[in-house]
């Protein structure tokens, strides 16, 4: 089982600052699309990110081991954490709401454990999980709406797109813990980054077009928020808090997440989610609340005894 962590004001304080930064990312990828395609979103937010967290493995002195290994963990991580993910969503939100994407991304956690349960062997499903698990898909399935997916038109399939990115994120997991175990996680970031970079720039460039500088201001704001800081400064706050609070207590981000995005959706964009939608998120919050068992609230002395690991 692993070991919870107790959770002192400055970890609350940057956990909300995290999901407040991940809350904003729809918003910013919403804004940019009234400009740029989904697949030349997602090469500037890699590209530009995968250079500032290059600067800091450098300025780190952090060692880059190569091996031909390390490059498959990097090519699968930046297949299926960056490039398929975010190309996914970018394209969901062309015709779903911001606000429902944030709440369908929550089911992240949910497949994931589902597939680390398949894939390693260390990770069982106990009656716990399971239990989350089902009120996990249940609560995605209220918020999709099942009998809109019967019609297959651009909403339902931008749900779908949606889902299908969780998954990608979940399967990341598993690659990262096979390929990458024991690397330095800011060189495990980088080099996806790198990878994904390497992947969406020629695949962006050869079906949107080249990429392009001459932008409005309105859409160099989202990008910069997207690859300065919800991507490059989040993948360095991420493991800050990950340090601090443990995977455990890290579930409440998930949770934090897609109220901070509605509203920010609400605010901005003036969008108004179906009734389904929020009902869905509430069975899918109760499903990540089990899976985490009581993380967010524990507070213990043993917890020090160890070091989590994602």
């Known amino acids: 089982m692993t070991p919870q ?21 729809f918003l910013a990828v919403r804004v940019s699309l009234d400009e740029l395609g989904p697949l030349t979103i997602v090469a500037h937010r890699v590209g530009w990110a995968c250079v500032i967290l290059w600067a800091v493995v450098r300025l780190r002195g952090l060692e880059v081991p190569l091996s031909a290994r390390l490059m ?3 090519l699968g991580m930046g297949v299926l954490n960056n490039a398929v993910p975010f190309t996914l969503q ?13 709440i369908l991304n929550a089911g992240t956690a949910v497949w994931g454990v589902l597939i680390a349960a398949l894939f390693m062997a260390d990770e069982r499903l106990s009656t716990q999980k399971l239990v989350g698990v089902c009120l996990g898909f249940l609560g995605v399935a209220t918020a999709v709406g099942l009998s809109e997916l019967a019609s ?6 931008g749900q779908l797109a949606v889902i299908g990115s969780t998954i990608s994120y979940a399967l990341a997991g598993v690659w990262a813990r096979t390929y990458l ?15 994904s970079t390497l992947i969406m720039i020629p695949l962006a460039w050869t079906v949107e077009g080249p990429l392009t500088l001459a932008l409005e201001p309105r859409t160099w704001a989202a990008l910069a928020f997207l690859t ?3 991507t490059a400064t989040a993948y360095l706050l991420y493991y800050r808090v990950l340090a601090m609070a443990g995977s455990g207590n890290l579930m409440l981000c998930t949770l934090l997440i897609a109220p901070i995005a509605i509203i920010l959706g609400a605010l901005f964009l003036g969008e108004a989610l179906p009734t389904n939608a929020f009902i869905g998120f509430a069975i899918l919050a109760a499903g990540l609340v089990i899976l985490g068992g009581k993380a967010p609230f524990r507070r213990s002395n043993a917890a020090l005894r160890g070091k989590n690991q994602r």
Do not use: C, N, Y
């Open 181 to 195: 175990k024991g690397l330095h996680p800011l060189v495990q970031a980088a080099g996806m980054l790198t990878a």
């Open 72 to 74: 498959l963990g990097f």
């Open 228 to 230: 300065v800081i919800a």
């Open 90 to 102: 970018a394209w969901g939100q062309l015709h779903i709401e911001s606000g429902l994407v944030a």
């Open 152 to 157: 297959l038109d651009l909403r339902s399939l």
């Open 5 to 25: 962590m107790t959770m002192t004001p400055r970890a609350w304080a940057e956990m909300l600052l995290l999901s407040s930064i991940w809350g904003a990312v």
